[in-house]
């Protein structure tokens, strides 16, 4: 039997599928255009994950340029996986899909901003040799 887990590049397609896993997720409901609208118009490297046929997982990564640095940096701005497809693999496989994809962009670092108490995270990242830097996050919430 092969592999029961699949990861690939996310495309229009899978949009019901992820509007579906963003809002388990963090709540926010999408319809599937509105996925569709952001796939088609981001930068935004989206991977979706599937374990047994089924779509259970997504991680997101960008890459950009600044004129302070010669290289182009790079983030993991989301990454989810379901609960009960944990302890597969799954988000370490997705981690080190995502670093391919990205370090084909020419970047030598990846960074990764989770939660303090996001100790499951953490352990998923740590797992995938990223390291703990003591960074304070300040954010501006604007109301519309």
Not at 16 to 31: K, M, P, S, Y
Not at 66 to 78: G, N, P, V, W
Not at 128 to 141: A, F, G, M, N, R
Request: proline content about 1%.
């Amino acid at each position: 039997m092969g592999n029961p887990i699949m990861i690939r590049r996310a495309a229009t397609e899978d949009a019901a599928e992820l509007a579906r896993l963003n809002e388990e997720f963090n709540g926010v409901q999408l319809t599937k255009a509105e996925v569709i609208e952001g796939l088609s118009q981001s930068q935004e490297i989206v991977l979706i994950a599937f374990y047994m046929g089924r779509a259970v997982g997504f991680i997101c990564g960008q890459h950009y340029r600044s004129f302070c640095y010669l290289k182009r940096q790079a983030e993991i701005t989301e990454m989810y996986v379901m609960e009960e497809a944990r302890r597969q693999g799954i988000a370490t496989l997705l981690i080190k899909q995502l670093e391919e994809e990205l370090m084909r962009h020419d970047v030598d670092a990846i960074k990764v901003l989770t939660g303090e108490h996001n100790q499951a995270g953490r352990k998923t990242y740590e797992h995938s040799q990223y390291e703990w830097q003591d960074e304070i996050v300040l954010e501006k919430t604007f109301s519309q």
